[in-house]
């Protein structure tokens, strides 16, 4: 099954049935799903990972992103049923990142979002800044050029300075020295790659 073309059916299966249902939500998606909506790759990921949901408005883009837990009822209900319908894992639309929250998001981060609109679900796509900040992050916690987060941090082109931001970002997530080492890990294959 290519799952790629799954999760892309499986979201806008999601936003017609909260249209035909008269419910809408508005969820930030992070990760393979977001890179591949903005056509940075063209890999098959397994899930959809909602880092955030915002408040849907009745004119224009959603406002006040906010923690994703709980989703939505309305949302939970749709999702579930677009597994079955599917045949997708229960957790295809997941909240697993959200931890992130704990120690915060890129400053900005919501400034950066781009929407876009299937139906009764708005999909939130955050800046490239804030998708290296995240991949680098994620590159750190499995380091090599064989990771996937690797992968996508080097299709993202990031410069110099776009890692030093967001190394500087980890460093506030994150202080610990084995951290540290990690990111330099990554930020050295980075630019051995991208010679």
């Known amino acids: 099954m290519d799952t790629h073309f799954s999760l892309d059916a499986a979201l806008r299966a999601t936003g017609e049935l909260l249209a035909r249902r008269g419910a809408s939500a508005a969820i930030v998606v992070v990760g393979g799903t977001a890179l591949n909506l903005l056509g940075v790759i063209a890999r098959a990921t397994r ?3 909602v880092i955030a949901t915002a408040t849907p408005r009745l004119n ?5 992103i906010h923690a994703p837990d709980p989703l939505p009822e309305a949302l939970v209900e749709v999702v579930a049923l677009v597994a ?18 704990q120690t915060g ?6 400034a950066r979002i781009t929407w876009q609109r299937h139906g009764g679900l708005w999909l939130g796509l955050p800046g490239r800044s804030d998708l ?10 499995d380091v090599g050029p064989a990771s996937r987060h690797f992968k996508d941090l080097v299709a993202l082109k ?9 190394r500087a970002w980890i460093a506030t997530q994150d202080p610990s020295p084995a ?3 990690a ?4 930020i050295a294959h980075v630019r051995q790659a991208s010679r």
């Not at 079955?84 to 909240?95: C, H, I, K, S, V």
């Not at 998001?105 to 919501?110: K, Q, T």
């Not at 290296?132 to 916690?141: E, S």
């Not at 990031?158 to 967001?166: K, Q, R, S, V």
């Open 183 to 186: 990111v330099a890990q990554v």
């Open 132 to 141: 290296i900040h995240l991949k680098l992050y994620a590159a750190a916690d």
């Open 179 to 181: 951290v540290a080492q």
């Open 84 to 101: 079955r319908e599917l045949g997708l894992p229960a957790d295809w639309l997941n909240t697993t990142v959200a931890g992130q929250w």
């Open 60 to 64: 224009g883009p959603p406002t006040g």
């Open 47 to 49: 899930d959809v990972d």
């Open 158 to 166: 990031p410069t110099a300075t776009d890692l030093e931001a967001a």
């Open 105 to 110: 998001l890129p400053r900005g981060f919501e």
